[in-house]
């Protein structure tokens, strides 16, 4: 999900379908060409059974979900040619650059200007804070890539938090002196690194780079007293890097390093390739594909007795879902049918507010699923950390019922008139 701001700063192009519902707000039940729609508009139509589709690098592509996330400190990009809108943001929106995606708050820190990917190539740019307030809203954009353009910027979603979690899971097991090796083909081994730094020295992700040498030193000294646990993380560029190349980066490390991890991280499975399907192109669905990526990848963890983690998306449904089951899996059912253990992370606008989600077992080979089917932890994004929390009151009492189902019509209350106005 991608956090934008004010009116004047994010416009992008939508195509609309009606998918049956009977509606006023427009004339036509189908819109040949591609229109610009306020951000209210677009809560409207999704409520309403539209279907909604944004334009990104990648084309037009579905956007399944809105959340209002409430009011941040207010980040804006400008560039050199003055024909480009300035991008209204948060401190968290992230910008295509040469050198991968970069949250606004790192190019600020920066200072210095940066080539960011528009729909007329890259252009350079520089990141301000106004020190003002703004409004911010999620939408979800459903696609591999998760990108779309906003005021013609590519832009990228932020999720509920699945790399946040394994990230946390990764640091939790160098605390237990394990060694631990993180495959991202998402984002960068730098960004992967900081975010387990974060988690691991106990400090804001921004502040960081802040920190001076004696404090860090001091810090990473503490850390070398606790645990004997190494990381490794390895980038692959997205879709390129199958389990042929993690069998020998493994072979590579324990010869040439001396390092045998003892779990893998992989950010993420759908943006892995297949050994064995190459090059057919359009000849292969999504389903054999990716159940060919989840078998290969198992395979791999049997064959080197390691335990894998990785992380996938839901389908359109799925987002919308509070109570989300095997079927909500997007792309193929058969990577749960080849998972052994897999949780789901839900989150909803009153449980980010309180700073928590849920997890809920959708299966499980090692033990009862009905054991701690559902549960709440805690989640500190500035550290990237998630720790225990006293349940939500009456969250377990029904095991089967539907969790956090509220009024849908309510969750635009509370956004500002120029929140509600800003073009898509």
């Not at 399907?277 to 669905?285: E, R, T």
Request: net charge negative; glycine share 6%; proline share 3%.
């Amino acid at each position: 999900m991608d956090r934008v701001g004010r009116d004047e700063g994010l416009v992008v192009y939508t195509s609309i379908y009606n998918i049956g519902n009977s509606q006023n707000m427009f004339d036509c039940q189908e819109w040949s060409e591609p229109q610009e729609v306020s951000i209210s508009q677009i809560k409207t139509l999704l409520d309403n059974g539209y279907e909604v589709e944004v334009d990104s690098p990648d084309g037009f592509v579905p956007v399944s979900n809105f959340i209002n996330k409430g009011v941040y400190e207010e980040y804006c990009l400008l560039f050199d040619d003055e024909n480009m809108e300035p991008v209204v943001c948060n401190a968290d929106h992230l910008f295509e650059t040469t050198v991968g995606w970069v949250s606004a708050q790192q190019l600020e820190h920066i200072g210095k200007k940066a080539n960011v990917l528009t729909r007329n190539g890259f252009m350079q740019g520089r990141v301000i804070k106004t020190g003002k307030q703004t409004p911010i809203v999620d939408i979800t954009v459903d696609h591999k890539n998760h990108r779309y353009y906003t005021n013609n910027v590519s832009s990228h979603n932020t999720g509920v938090g699945k790399s946040l979690a394994m990230c946390h899971m990764a640091a939790a097991n160098l605390l237990d002196g394990r060694d631990v090796l993180y495959i991202t083909m998402e984002m960068s081994e730098e960004k992967i690194a900081e975010r387990i730094d974060a988690n691991l020295l106990d400090v804001n992700i921004q502040d960081i780079e802040d920190l001076s040498k004696d404090n860090f030193m001091d810090r990473v000294g503490n850390l070398r007293a606790k645990t004997t646990g190494k990381l490794i993380v390895k980038e692959y560029p997205t879709g390129q890097a199958n389990a042929s190349h993690f069998r020998a980066l493994l072979n590579d490390l324990k010869l040439k390093k001396r390092f045998e991890p003892d779990i893998i991280y992989i950010d993420y499975l759908n943006i892995c390739a297949s050994a064995r399907l190459k090059n057919m192109g359009g000849a292969i669905n999504s389903y054999t594909y990716v159940k060919a990526i989840a078998e290969e990848i198992r395979g791999l963890g049997v064959e080197f007795d390691l335990p894998i983690v990785s992380a996938t998306q839901t389908t359109r449904t799925g987002y919308a879902n509070s109570d989300p089951g095997l079927e909500d899996t997007s792309e193929s059912f058969g990577l749960p049918a080849t998972a052994d253990l897999m949780i789901a992370l839900i989150s909803s606008e009153e449980l980010e507010a309180e700073g928590k989600i849920l997890v809920k077992q959708l299966k499980n080979r090692y033990n009862d699923l009905n054991t701690h089917k559902r549960f709440v932890v805690g989640v500190d994004r500035s550290k990237m950390r998630l720790f225990d929390t006293e349940e939500v009151d009456g969250m377990l009492t029904n095991q089967d019922a539907p969790i956090m189902d509220h009024n849908q019509d309510d969750r635009f209350d509370g956004i500002s008139q120029a929140a509600k106005e800003m073009r898509f």
